[in-house]
């Protein structure tokens, strides 16, 4: 079991940033592949970012290529993710999530946090 809880969520204005971050505990962190996910009111969960447990591979949505950043301290068991130059459209709850494997997929993370807001007003 790993369990997630992310913290740094908040509302902001457009062009703003902010750093959200990720704390795990439980089994051995370093190990897992991690992953943000969003979801706005009405839409499916999306792909954000996702991070490999050694940390030589990175994915990005489109969306936030070059506006995010995820990143991990495998001796903090915390997975980070900064976003700069936001979007009234990044507004939604992000989620954090882990597993074994590396995945753009929702459906391939077995352990998920509660979620934290983001809310960027135009």
């Known amino acids: 079991q790993v369990q997630l809880v992310e913290s740094g969520g908040g509302l902001v204005q457009a062009g703003d940033s902010l750093r959200l971050s990720c704390a795990a505990s439980?089994?051995?962190?370093?190990?897992?592949?991690m992953g943000w996910f969003r979801q706005a009111p009405g839409k499916e969960r999306e792909f954000v970012a996702a991070?490999?447990?050694?940390?030589?591979?990175?994915y990005y949505a489109d969306s936030v290529k070059g506006r995010f950043t995820i990143s991990r301290d495998n001796a903090k068991n915390t997975v980070y993710l900064q976003m700069n130059t936001l979007k009234p459209e990044d507004t939604a709850v992000y989620y954090c999530a882990a597993d074994r494997f590396l995945s753009t997929r929702p459906r391939d993370y077995n352990y998920w946090g509660q979620g934290t807001q983001v809310t960027v007003s135009s």
């Open positions: 439980g089994r051995t962190f370093s190990v897992y592949a």
């Open positions: 991070i490999s447990w050694s940390v030589t591979s990175t």
